[in-house]
């Protein structure tokens, strides 16, 4: 079945520092890759996707390229700020059936610091 | 435009009972899909409601039950409720075949 591996965390970096975040997965079809995150105490809210190869996703300054090659959708952005600290996942969306399901990772906590 | 909203927030059972979670779609939203996060994990696919039916199912067991209703509004039911079941609900509304998923703040269900 479909399965979606992140980086582990907690990742803690200061203000302004480059982020990462690694994200591989595995997919029978051609799915469309998302990163998702979460404050504390609120759900899930969409920041980025990505429906074929080559594609990158981007906003608020957060990027991904679907790399088909590597089977990869990592989460960059150059400069992070306090207001980015939350728990960041990636996941796929694939048809299974007649439903289109998302399958998420575990997750990366990310604290940044002033 | 609404988001999706859900009820309650925070709920608190014993094992062995039944619960009950509700949501409302975003509006023009004609499917939900419902995930079930454990703590320190990432959500897990439970079901999807498109026209009244079931249409797609994770690894959850029957006593996982739902309904959509014709204004799309959904309900997740839980039986015989186990301490494991202690989680966040959330609830995603989309527009039948798309690969968007828009997400409710979730229900924090604790089973004693």
């Known amino acids: 079945g479909d399965s979606v591996t992140q980086m582990e965390g907690p990742v803690t970096l200061s203000e302004e520092a480059f982020l990462t975040i690694n994200c591989t997965y595995t997919a029978t079809g051609y799915p469309s890759l998302f990163w998702y995150v979460q404050y504390p105490g609120e759900g899930l809210q969409l920041l980025l996707k990505a429906t074929k190869a080559d594609d990158k996703g981007s906003n608020k300054g957060f990027e991904a390229t679907y790399r088909k090659e590597t089977t990869s959708f990592h989460l960059e952005k150059g400069s992070v700020q306090v207001s980015d600290s939350a728990v960041y996942f990636c996941a796929l969306s694939d048809l299974s059936g007649s439903a289109r399901q998302l399958t998420f990772g575990s997750g990366t906590q990310l604290t940044v610091l002033p | 435009e609404t988001g999706v909203t859900q009820s309650p927030t925070h709920l608190i059972k014993t094992r062995g009972q039944q619960v009950t979670l509700r949501c409302s779609s975003q509006s023009g939203h004609n499917t939900v899909s419902w995930y079930q996060q454990a703590l320190g994990q990432g959500p897990q696919f439970i079901f999807q409601?498109?026209?009244?039916?079931?249409?797609g199912r994770g690894n959850f067991p029957p006593r996982f039950s739902g309904l959509q209703f014709p204004n799309y509004s959904s309900e997740l039911n839980v039986n015989a409720l186990e301490l494991d079941d202690s989680a966040l609900y959330l609830c995603?509304?989309?527009?039948?075949?798309?690969?968007?998923?828009?997400f409710g703040p979730g229900t924090r269900l604790t089973v004693l």
């Open positions: 409601y498109y026209r009244e039916e079931e249409n």
């Open positions: 995603a509304s989309s527009l039948a075949g798309s690969n968007e998923q828009f």
